[in-house]
């Protein structure tokens, strides 16, 4: 008999540790690689804020996934994810014995698998170098790489790949994911019933993800709770208050692209800075962009668009009259209203920051650019750089020019050929003031400007602004220049900005893992002084009060700025500012084709000028509303007007009356 039970004690010996001699031997074995669990670099998604650190959108390829070092995870979260899958984690190597024993029972009895008994080791195994199919050749894999991993990993580094590499639903892998994308939180700033929603939700995350199934998600979380409670892992009031909680929970899309414009703008500059893998990388980038301005914009710029479109709809039934206004420069009366497009942007004239940004008016249908990459001939736009020269040259706004028809004659392929310039109401003055030339935008008194001061000396001081490729002939005069939004936004800082050029920026600065990895740095060019740069500014003032930019008006704030219709309407802009914002907005066919003659600078860009300045003065009351007037600036009436000048742009030498007294302003 006893020898009859050393033989029963013997096998059941031999078959109990047959099994763990088996695992013994393939887990010294070398073809169980576990290298993707211990060299873990998953790519990790990229974030693009606003300047106040609003959220613009998430970049990522295959899966959205923020990075959380164990440091950055709370305590609880840990209690709360041990209590539901794992309690005996931190006494066990990777595989909980007693539990796989209970589970075979189980498994038995039923004839399937139907308890998995995995501890957080092996799930993590099966999600990172693992299939998830139900097989034992599978299920002895698994164990033997959890030990593996065990056995070169610290129980902290397992839970920090775990939570970092778990599906929560809704497209977010890793808790810290989840975190932001169902709560807009932290992970240290999770309540406790949060947190048991997280860790509740690896077990099936479709049946218990918040944003589908929000009442299961909730029966899922108090089973947490209840567990953390009757280990005593949680304090009785938490408990009790966490039950009832229901949180708020965000339903939105992974991207969460609210910018397109902006995030495109984002990726380019970030490769031009040597970043090429800015979608795995885990950046945090913040910009310049305000987005309530940039929703400002957005709105002001479609609002313009549908105005043009119902106006032209009016012209051809003949309910809205379709005469050009005074800068009208040809245009058709049968445009193709189908490819109107428009685009803005605008920026802290002071800093070059750029504040929004919108390529055109429809995203979804046209993902070009518009302010980066559209490049148009800028038209009368560009006639105030040409002023500025002359101020800074002596010239004041009280300055006469002629205003009178001129012919040129110039050979073209062999061919001789008459320029016959006009203005746009196709008459002349005779003679006009400098103030009077600029704002009502007088072509001929700007080619006798330049003709006045010399073709090529202006050439040579318009090279100040830093602009290129400036037409080699007369025709620059009128806004020949092509150039994009982008540039000319740039360009008109030079009188936003006191007669400081700033260049414009976009990217403020660049982290990785806390790592300063770029810095936006001021870059700006002298063109002018304070004082002549205002002279400029009085003048572009009129333009909006009585001139050709009278819809670009805004009770309450100073603007200042220029139209511009290039030849036959094919491109109508508005140019202008605040006294710290400087904004440009162009309209135009797709196609290059000329606009409906009516809709010219004036009508269809200074609008939308408008109705931004109208938004930003509500989201913003205390914006700065008047300009101010720098040292050695005098005001006076002249000739009846009001005119200003300094010690280089003086009153003209002429037997004029001076009304009043010249006053001083500082």
Same mark, same amino acid.
Not at 3 to 22: C, D, E, M, Q
Not at 465 to 487: E, H
């Given at each position: 008999?006893?020898k009859?039970?050393k033989v029963?004690?013997?096998i059941l010996?031999?078959g109990?540790?047959v099994p763990?001699?088996v695992l013994l031997?393939? /887990?010294?074995q070398?073809d ?12 990790v998604?990229s974030?693009?804020?606003? &300047?106040?650190?609003e959220k ?9 996934r ?9 305590p ?5 994810? /041990? ?10 190597q990777?595989?909980n014995l007693?539990?796989?024993f209970?589970?075979?029972i189980?498994?038995?009895s ?9 501890t957080?080791?092996q799930?993590?195994?099966k999600n990172?170098v693992l299939?998830?199919d &139900? ?5 002895i894999k698994e164990?033997?790489?959890s030990?593996k991993v065990? /056995?070169?990993?610290t ?5 920090e790949r775990?939570l970092?590499e778990?599906y929560f639903g809704?497209?977010y892998?890793?808790?810290k994911?989840a975190?932001?994308g169902y709560?807009?939180k932290k992970? %240290? ?6 947190i048991?929603?997280l860790?509740?939700l690896?077990?099936?995350? =479709? ?15 108090n089973?947490?709770l209840d567990r ?5 892992w949680?304090?009785?009031d938490? @408990?009790? %208050? ?5 949180? %708020?929970?965000?339903?939105e899309s992974?991207?969460q692209?609210? !910018?397109?414009?902006i995030?495109d703008?984002v990726?380019r ?5 040597g ?9 945090e980038?913040?910009?310049?962009? *305000?987005?309530?301005?940039q ?5 002001? /710029?479609q609002?313009a668009y549908?105005?043009?479109l119902?106006?032209i ?7 809205i ?6 800068e009208s ?5 049968n445009?193709?209203?189908s490819q109107? =497009?428009g !685009?803005?942007?605008s ?7 750029i504040l929004?940004?919108v ?7 046209s993902s070009f =650019?518009?302010?980066t #990459?559209?490049v148009r001939q800028?038209?009368?736009a ?5 002023? #500025? ?6 010239y004041?706004g009280?300055s006469?020019?002629a205003?009178i028809a001129?012919t040129?004659?110039?050979m #073209? $392929?062999g061919?001789e050929v008459? +320029?016959?310039?006009? $203005? @746009? ?5 005779g003679?006009?003031?400098l103030?009077d030339a600029l704002?009502?935008s ?18 040579n001081?318009i090279?100040k602004f $830093?602009?290129q ?6 025709s ?7 150039l994009?939004?982008? #540039?000319?936004a ?7 900005n006191?007669?400081?050029q ?8 660049i982290k990785?893992?806390g790592?300063?990895?770029?810095? &936006? ?13 205002y002279?400029?500014t009085?003048?572009?003032?009129d333009?909006v009060e009585?001139g ?5 008006r805004?009770?309450?704030i ?6 511009g ?5 094919v491109?109508a802009w508005?140019a202008?500012?605040?006294p710290t914002?400087?904004?440009?907005? +162009?309209?135009g066919? *797709? *196609?290059n ?7 010219t600078?004036?009508?269809?860009s200074a609008p ?9 003065l &509500?989201?913003y009351?205390q914006?700065?509303?008047k300009? *101010?007037v720098?040292s050695?600036v005098?005001e006076?009436m002249?000739n009846?007007t009001r ?7 003086k ?6 009356e001076?009304?009043?007294?010249e %006053?001083l302003?500082f």
């Amino acid at each position: 008999m006893k020898k009859r039970t050393k033989v029963i004690l013997s096998i059941l010996a031999v078959g109990i540790s047959v099994p763990f001699l088996v695992l013994l031997y393939y /887990l010294k074995q070398d073809d169980y690689d576990i290298s993707r669990i211990i060299t873990y670099n998953p790519a990790v998604s990229s974030r693009i804020y606003d &300047k106040n650190g609003e959220k613009i959108a998430n970049l990522f390829e295959e899966k959205h996934r923020y990075y959380a070092p164990f440091s950055e995870i709370p305590p609880a979260v840990i209690e709360a994810l /041990l209590a539901v899958e794992d309690t005996t984690f931190f006494e066990h190597q990777g595989v909980n014995l007693d539990a796989i024993f209970r589970a075979l029972i189980k498994d038995v009895s039923a004839g399937k698998m139907v308890e998995g008994a995995s501890t957080i080791t092996q799930q993590l195994v099966k999600n990172r170098v693992l299939t998830r199919d &139900k097989k034992l050749s599978r299920k002895i894999k698994e164990a033997i790489f959890s030990m593996k991993v065990e /056995l070169s990993l610290t129980k902290e580094e397992i839970l920090e790949r775990y939570l970092n590499e778990i599906y929560f639903g809704h497209g977010y892998y890793g808790i810290k994911t989840a975190a932001d994308g169902y709560f807009h939180k932290k992970l %240290k700033e999770l309540t406790s019933k949060e947190i048991a929603i997280l860790v509740g939700l690896p077990k099936s995350p =479709n049946t218990y993800m918040p944003t589908k199934n929000y009442e299961i998600s909730m029966g899922r979380a108090n089973r947490v709770l209840d567990r953390l409670h009757a280990l005593g892992w949680i304090e009785e009031d938490d @408990y009790s %208050k966490s039950l009832t909680e229901n949180p %708020k929970v965000y339903d939105e899309s992974l991207g969460q692209n609210g !910018a397109p414009f902006i995030v495109d703008e984002v990726i380019r500059r970030a490769k031009e800075l040597g970043i090429d893998d800015i979608r795995t990388g885990g950046y945090e980038i913040y910009t310049t962009i *305000d987005m309530r301005l940039q929703e400002a914009a957005v709105e002001s /710029l479609q609002k313009a668009y549908k105005a043009s479109l119902d106006r032209i709809g009016g012209y051809k039934k003949g309910t809205i009259a379709d005469v050009g206004d005074e800068e009208s420069q040809g245009g058709t009366l049968n445009a193709n209203a189908s490819q109107l =497009n428009g !685009a803005m942007i605008s920026l802290d004239s002071r800093s070059g920051d750029i504040l929004a940004l919108v390529g055109s008016v429809d995203y979804r249908k046209s993902s070009f =650019n518009r302010i980066t #990459q559209g490049v148009r001939q800028a038209g009368s736009a560009f006639k105030p750089f040409i002023y #500025q020269v002359a101020l800074d040259l002596g010239y004041s706004g009280a300055s006469e020019v002629a205003d009178i028809a001129r012919t040129y004659t110039y050979m #073209q $392929n062999g061919k001789e050929v008459l +320029w016959q310039p006009k $203005n @746009y109401e196709k008459g002349f003055k005779g003679i006009v003031t400098l103030r009077d030339a600029l704002v009502h935008s007088r072509n001929l008194a700007t080619i006798s400007l330049v003709e006045e001061i010399g073709f090529r000396d202006m050439q040579n001081e318009i090279k100040k602004f $830093n602009m290129q490729n400036i037409p080699k002939d007369l025709s620059f005069s009128l806004g020949s220049i092509t150039l994009s939004p982008l #540039q000319l936004a740039k360009y008109y800082t030079s009188f936003a900005n006191s007669g400081v050029q700033m260049e414009p920026n976009l990217i403020k600065n660049i982290k990785r893992e806390g790592k300063l990895l770029f810095e &936006k740095k001021e870059k700006s060019r002298q063109i002018t002084t304070p004082s002549q740069a205002y002279l400029m500014t009085t003048i572009l003032k009129d333009v909006v009060e009585k001139g050709t930019a009278t819809n670009a008006r805004v009770p309450g704030i100073d603007l200042a700025g220029k139209t511009g219709t290039t030849n036959n309407n094919v491109d109508a802009w508005f140019a202008g500012y605040s006294p710290t914002i400087e904004t440009i907005v +162009w309209f135009g066919n *797709d *196609d290059n084709s000329p606009m409906h003659r009516s809709e010219t600078g004036g009508r269809i860009s200074a609008p939308a000028f408008a109705m931004y300045y109208q938004s930003l003065l &509500k989201l913003y009351p205390q914006t700065q509303r008047k300009f *101010d007037v720098p040292s050695g600036v005098s005001e006076m009436m002249f000739n009846g007007t009001r005119e200003y000048f300094t010690d280089v742009s003086k009153p003209p030498h002429k037997d004029s009356e001076v009304t009043t007294e010249e %006053k001083l302003l500082f």
